[in-house]
């Protein structure tokens, strides 16, 4: 199967810490992957595209400066939340893609996802 | 007009019910459609993937696709408790690996 690790699953941390979350796909390589965050009740809001020895790139309204992203390798980006404050608690889900099949786009696979609570 | 929508619901079925959930997309050029299932606090999690016209079976799961219509529909025979929750759409262009989400459709299966 595609599996997807994700790492923490839970933080609780105080204002101004930065955290640092952890997206590993475990059986196949990820040129792509995705950052999503979920407010309760709310659909997925994607954040941004995570791609393999290039920057990400990120939706209308996301900071970069503020949410860190680094795809060093084929099967691992991390997100990182830099002086998290408040508003900033949120479910963070991170997805990865198989490149390419013969049928054209693969699914994404989603990682269990990091509920993050700022004090 | 939302690229993808579905009716929020909460949909509410009887247990052993069919379950119809639907979609419909704006962008002509769509070409993967999905579905994802979601329990509350919980991440996402494939359950069809669909490319071509027409119907596709998985157990108790049938996704339907009409690319002229740009709609796509999952349905679920025999409906369980366990399948609670909230179904959500998603739909990619060719080559553009991004997927666009419908809000999703909560749906709640009835002992």
């Known amino acids: 199967g595609a599996v997807v690790s994700q790492h923490p699953s839970w933080v609780i941390c105080k204002s101004g810490t930065s955290v640092k979350i952890e997206c590993r796909s475990l059986?196949?390589?990820?040129?792509?992957m995705f950052w999503y965050r979920q407010f309760p009740k709310q659909s997925l809001m994607l954040m941004a595209t995570?791609?393999?020895?290039?920057?990400?790139?990120?939706e209308q309204g996301v900071e970069k400066d503020k949410f860190l992203i680094n795809h060093a390798s084929l099967t691992l980006s991390t997100l990182t939340v830099t002086s998290a404050h408040p508003e900033d608690s949120s479910f963070y889900i991170c997805?990865?893609?198989?490149?390419?099949?013969?049928?054209?786009?693969?699914?994404?696979?989603f990682g269990d996802g990091t509920r993050l609570s700022i004090l | 007009q939302k690229e993808v929508e579905q009716n929020s619901g909460p949909l509410s079925v009887p247990e052993g019910a069919i379950a119809s959930l639907n979609c419909t997309y704006s962008?002509?050029?769509?070409?993967?459609f999905f579905w994802y299932r979601q329990y509350s606090g919980k991440s996402p999690e494939l359950i069809m993937s669909?490319?071509?016209?027409g119907d596709k079976e998985d157990g108790r799961f049938t996704a339907q696709l009409n690319k002229a219509s740009q709609y796509v529909s999952l349905l679920i025979r025999d409906s369980q408790p366990s399948d609670s929750a909230t179904y959500l759409c998603?739909?990619?262009?060719?080559?553009?690996?991004?997927?666009?989400f419908g809000q999703g459709t909560r749906l709640t299966i009835n002992p």
């Open positions: 059986d196949f390589q990820a040129t792509t």
């Open positions: 998603a739909v990619s262009r060719l080559g553009a690996q991004k997927l666009v």
């Open positions: 669909i490319y071509s016209n």
């Open positions: 962008d002509r050029v769509s070409q993967s």
């Open positions: 997805s990865a893609v198989r490149d390419r099949g013969p049928r054209g786009n693969q699914p994404q696979h």
């Open positions: 995570s791609n393999e020895g290039s920057k990400a790139t990120y």
